[in-house]
């Protein structure tokens, strides 16, 4: 089987025997958007996180800017982001008519705090409103200091919890520090169904805020939840033909072109502009699916530690970031980082042994490559380390289709291909 760190990564057949069921039994059907799936994902999260309110969404894109309307974030408030992030993050700001205000990061992927220290000190401090903190690729944020940052300067703190469910800081759950938290769904987070999200709090005006906006929001309609459970179908048909003679790569590609795979980032998302049929509901079949995912996150999260300590003790340090052991034992790795000089190039190497790693965060301090960082008013002379890293990161896979061979491979080939280019 390929080893893919993208493409739909953590689809099983489970998965696929609740799409066919919903696409393939009539009586299925009037439960594609309603349903009491959704009551029990939410009901799943207030448990875990023992938080009074969660409150679902099509996406964790529509769970974040719902918090920010949740906390009054408007016209010409400032609201402070990682440097390194993804588009839907920055657009979630933006088309608030807010301004978001790049915070440098760390070698380690955190916030970089004698940064986050200088905005204080300016004279713009007062347009400073909220922060939005992320557990990047599941390594947690110094989420203690910024909260007490957060209490300091009475600053709203929004916790991006979308590339991890599960892990913590300090033995408390991330996602339980933020003022608001969100967690996403979507087809490449530890979690997913394709596309759906979620906000937690316990500030009952939040709370109330998000149920209202929810309550107000339209059904995703029945053709994109049917796109989405086709496409399930369609991945688990060809990856295993990915590399035969590309015929798998081929079938994913046209059907890409035929709409029946949906693509993960809009190109009118790429440019800050909104997709006119979100924020929707966040619909019962989806739900149906990520589910009984959420019922297994633990042991999903053992193993993506497990692959990772593969990759902390085959790969050779200079190419993996310096975590220290306690950031690594806290981390449940998303996708594990590494950086080298020319990602693009070491990932087409080894896509000739049908492994194919993401560059989904390569190339640009806002992912994915083809943004418009001018749109997503990112200012790069101030983000000198989220350029280096963004410049020569490639993620390799934790999900839980890979097993501890595949993962040994990956360094055997990686270690291979640093040997030739020295
Ligand atoms: C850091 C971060 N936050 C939020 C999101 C939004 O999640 P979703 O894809 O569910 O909208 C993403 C992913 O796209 C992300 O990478």
């Known amino acids: 089987m390929p080893i893919f760190t993208g493409l739909a ?16 039994f009539p009586w299925k059907w009037s439960l594609l958007q309603r349903g009491n799936e959704v009551k029990k994902v939410e009901q799943w999260f207030e ?7 969660a409150v679902t969404f099509d996406s964790g894109r529509s769970a974040l800017q719902a918090a920010l309307k949740a906390a009054r974030i408007g016209e010409g408030d400032v609201v402070l982001i990682p440097g390194y992030t993804c588009i839907v993050v920055a657009n979630a700001v933006t088309q608030l008519g807010a301004k978001p205000v790049y915070v440098d990061i760390t070698s380690t992927l955190q916030m970089d705090l004698d940064v986050l220290d200088t905005f204080f000190s300016s004279s713009k401090k007062q347009n400073i409103k909220a922060i939005i903190v992320q557990h990047t690729f599941g390594v947690p944020e110094q989420i203690e ?32 520090w933020g003022d608001i938290s ?24 939040y709370g109330n805020q998000l149920r209202q906006a929810q309550e107000a929001l339209p059904q995703m309609s029945i053709r994109v939840v ?8 369609l991945f688990f048909l060809a990856k295993p033909w990915y590399f035969q003679h590309s015929i798998g790569k081929f079938f994913l590609a046209i059907a890409k072109k035929l709409h029946l795979i949906p693509s993960i980032i809009s190109s009118r998302e790429k440019i800050g502009e ?37 990759y902390v003790s085959q790969l050779p ?8 052991q306690d950031l690594l034992e806290v981390s449940v790795f998303l996708q594990f980082p590494i950086v080298v000089d020319k990602p693009f190039s070491l990932r087409t190497h080894l896509l000739q042994f049908g492994i194919q790693l993401s560059t989904a965060w390569s190339g640009s301090p806002v992912a994915p490559k083809d943004v418009s960082l001018q749109v997503a008013q990112y200012e790069q002379e101030k983000c000198s380390s989220a350029l280096n890293i963004s410049s020569r990161v490639l993620l390799l896979p934790t999900h839980r289709n890979i097993s501890e061979v595949d993962a040994e491979s990956i360094c055997f080939h990686i ?8």
Request: net charge positive; proline share 4%; glycine share 6%.
């Open 47 to 53: 448990r875990r996180f023992q938080a009074q309110y």
């Open 9 to 24: 990564p953590n689809l099983n057949q489970k998965d696929v025997r609740i799409a066919a069921a919903f696409l393939f």
């Open 145 to 176: 200091k910024l909260r007490e940052i957060a209490n300091k300067y009475n600053l709203v703190l929004i916790e991006d919890v979308a590339h991890t469910i599960g892990g913590s800081f300090k033995g408390r759950a991330l996602g339980s």
């Open 274 to 310: 909104r997709q006119p049929e979100y924020p929707t509901a966040f619909p019962n079949a989806l739900a149906t699916v990520v589910f009984p995912q959420l019922l297994d996150i633990d042991a999903n999260n053992v193993h993506r530690k497990k692959i990772s300590q593969i």
């Open 317 to 324: 340090k200079e190419i993996q970031l310096p975590f220290d």
């Open 182 to 205: 969100i967690f996403s769904f979507g087809s490449e987070k530890v979690v997913s169904c394709g596309r759906g999200g979620v906000a937690i709090t316990n500030n009952f005006q």
């Open 415 to 422: 270690n291979q291909y640093l040997l030739d280019v020295t």
């Open 226 to 233: 049917v796109q989405y459970l086709i496409s399930f179908l």
